[in-house]
């Protein structure tokens, strides 16, 4: 694999002329970045920026790779809602990337991360017949046969039980070790697990929040991870001091 760029967007987003958020964001190469902020800030308009999607607004600014080249095809995005295509079984969706891009289908592997997601028996299913949570991990399975260098996940672990969470938390630690990962979450506790670095948005401006000084994939009932949740949680729900 290409390696990981890190990624800067530097600049301020309008809505009918409106500013909707000023941001300065530094993504490092090869590392997690957990992206916080009150629900609305614009979290999911900053990832569709970088993607080069529509956002209903005006960006003034610039979004750069750190190596220079065009961030364009090197990012996987997992979105909000899971974009699933309702005409294709489970595995047709997981493959449907590859299907587009007239590469040859690796259904082995395919198969191998529907199991890693727990979904071994229902690849043939179609996703109307599958309940939220499994929908959300047939979108993460998708999201990680794409392999690619950048990997966008928009809260995606939000429909899942606490146990679920944690197993799909792991494995995307896992296989995105190396990747330049940018995820959107509102809970302090997966940021306090899996971030190389946390980033706390508002509109005025987006901040680092100090991580625990441990390696990745922290424990969760370690001492440091709990007390980086509640520091960060008690920030998120507007204590009056600054970032530590
Ligand atoms: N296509 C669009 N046209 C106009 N406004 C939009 C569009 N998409 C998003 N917005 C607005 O931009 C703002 C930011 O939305 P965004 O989805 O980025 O927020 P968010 O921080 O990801 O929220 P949440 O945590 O609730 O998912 C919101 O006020 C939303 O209404």
Redesign the pocket.
């Known amino acids: 694999m290409t390696p990981s760029p890190g990624i800067s967007i530097k600049g301020r987003h309008y ?1 009918n002329d409106d500013l ?1 958020f000023n941001v300065d964001l530094d993504i490092p190469g090869g590392q997690w970045t957990c992206l916080l ?1 009150r ?7 900053i990832l569709r920026l970088i993607l080069g999607l ?4 005006r960006f003034d600014g610039t979004i750069r790779a750190t190596d220079g080249a065009a961030i364009d095809g090197r990012i996987s995005y997992m979105a ?1 809602s899971d974009l699933m295509l309702p005409w294709l079984t489970v595995l047709d969706n997981v493959l449907i990337g590859a299907r587009l891009r007239g590469e040859p289908l690796n259904k082995d592997r395919a198969s191998d991360l529907l199991h890693r997601v727990g979904l071994s028996g229902h690849s043939d299913q179609k996703p109307t017949t599958l309940s939220g949570g499994m929908r959300q991990r047939a979108a993460l399975a998708r999201t990680l046969f794409e392999d690619r260098p950048v990997v966008f996940l928009d809260e995606p672990f939000s429909a899942l039980d606490a146990g679920t969470r944690a197993d799909m938390q792991e494995l995307a630690a896992e296989l995105l070790v190396g990747r330049t990962v940018l995820l ?1 979450t ?1 809970d302090p506790a997966e940021a306090a697990r899996l971030a190389h670095q946390i980033s706390v948005m508002s509109a005025q401006r987006t901040q680092n929040w100090p991580v625990p000084p441990t390696k990745v994939l922290r424990d969760i009932n370690a001492p440091e991870t709990l007390t980086c949740q509640a520091k960060l949680l008690a920030y998120l729900r507007g204590a009056p001091h600054e970032v530590a």
């Open positions: 809505i909707l902020g629900s609305g800030v614009g979290k999911s308009t529509e956002t209903g607004g909000q959107v509102h």
